[in-house]
T-cell receptor, first 114, second 116 residues
């Protein structure tokens, strides 16, 4: 089945720790995105990648980092600089970064702080 | 800057009743318009989208939406709600020529509760 997988489903972060969220897609899509979802705030764009080996900051990139070494993978690292990381994180992909392209979403990762 | 407003944070309807979720946008040109649905703890699923042409768009699960340029609106409707429709609904907007960062701008969502 084609789709987007995210792991883990739940992730716990200790103070000062970096954690990495996985996102994999087998849709052969060029563009990938990371969103953060907080209650009542909709989805906010953290980072996006239009093509492999390229990525750009979104609206709330501070405290986060990404890489795009393979077309199918776009991992997100939540660094210790992100002071309020508790949220639901969604990864998405689209065939290309044009605005008309449908974005397909993974099931999400919920990050909690211990 | 483009923006999307969903005025209703939370809506409760009875099963079998009709539903209308509101979405207003602020844009300079004709936008691309989307409605997504999110079940609790899950990712988002596309319900329907509008690019051009017929202003009444049919989607999955019996949903439809109507683009009204004069009102800058793209309201989602369903004639008869089922208990399984309880979820959060997001309106999203894009504009021709925007790429990457502005590929999609989301509203804050409307949570739908369905009463038996």
């Amino acid at each position: 089945d084609g789709g987007i997988t995210q792991s883990p489903k739940y992730l716990f972060r200790k103070e000062g720790q970096n954690v990495t969220l996985s996102c994999e897609q087998n849709l052969n899509h060029d563009a990938m995105y990371w969103y953060r979802q907080d209650p009542g705030q909709g989805l906010r764009l953290i980072y996006y990648s239009q093509i492999v080996n390229d990525f750009q900051k979104g609206d709330i990139a501070e405290g986060y980092s990404v890489s795009r070494e393979k077309k199918e993978s776009f991992p997100l690292t939540v660094t210790s600089a992100q002071k309020n990381p508790t949220a639901f994180y969604l990864c998405a992909s689209s065939a290309d970064p044009e605005p008309g392209e449908t974005q397909y979403f993974g099931p999400g990762t919920r990050l909690l702080v211990l | 800057a483009q923006s999307v407003t969903q005025p209703d944070i939370h809506i409760t309807v009875s099963e079998g009743a009709s539903l209308e979720l509101r979405c207003n946008y602020s844009y300079g040109a004709t936008p691309y318009l989307f409605w997504y649905v999110q079940s609790p703890g899950q990712g988002l699923q596309l319900l329907l989208k509008y690019f051009s042409g017929d202003t009444l768009v049919q989607g999955i699960k019996g949903f439809e939406a109507e683009f009204k340029r004069s009102q800058s609106s793209f309201n989602l409707r369903k004639p008869s709600v089922h208990w399984s429709d309880a979820a959060e609904y997001f309106c999203a907007v894009a504009q021709k020529g925007d790429r990457g960062r502005r590929a999609l701008t989301f509203g804050s969502g409307t949570r739908l509760q369905v009463q038996p």
